[in-house]
């Protein structure tokens, strides 16, 4: 269960971090089953994005918010990924950088092994957005 996997994945990096901030998680998953070949970047994806959320998003804050947002499009045949947070944020650039920092890289590896893209959207804190179709 995907939504399981999130919720622990979550608190042990919340414990792992140990961080002196009360950190809300706000969860919507959509039940679906997914092939090793999409939980495995999927779960190295989340992993580097609440761990960057952990390390820098709320230092100095007594709390916070985890945004993990997990939908599926019909239409458009698409699963839609928003992860992030509502901490001190990120240049909206950095997705589009040649080079970035490594956390940075490995999102966009994690994508591209997805066949996915991946969107910085302009909002507080840092919340990316990333697109990836199905597979059978």
């Not at 609440?50 to 499009?73: C, E, Q, R």
């Not at 589009?96 to 940075?104: D, F, H, I, Q, R």
């Not at 910085?120 to 697109?131: A, Y």
Request: net charge negative; charged share 25%.
């Amino acid at each position: 269960d995907i939504e399981d996997y999130i919720v622990v994945l979550t608190n042990d990096l919340i414990d792992t971090y140990s961080i002196n901030c009360d950190v809300f998680l706000d969860l919507k998953i959509h039940k679906t089953k997914f092939t090793i070949d999409t939980l495995i970047p999927l779960g190295l994806l989340l992993n580097e994005i609440i761990s960057n959320a952990l390390k820098y998003a709320f230092v100095g804050s007594p709390k916070g918010k985890m945004t993990i947002h997990l939908s599926w499009d019909e239409k458009e045949n698409t699963y839609t990924l928003l992860a992030g947070d509502n901490g001190i944020g990120m240049p909206l650039d950095s997705v589009e950088k040649e080079e970035g920092n490594l956390g940075m890289e490995l999102i966009k590896v994690f994508v591209t092994q997805l066949d996915g893209e991946v969107q910085l959207l302009d909002q507080k804190g840092t919340m990316f957005q990333v697109k990836f179709p199905p597979r059978v």
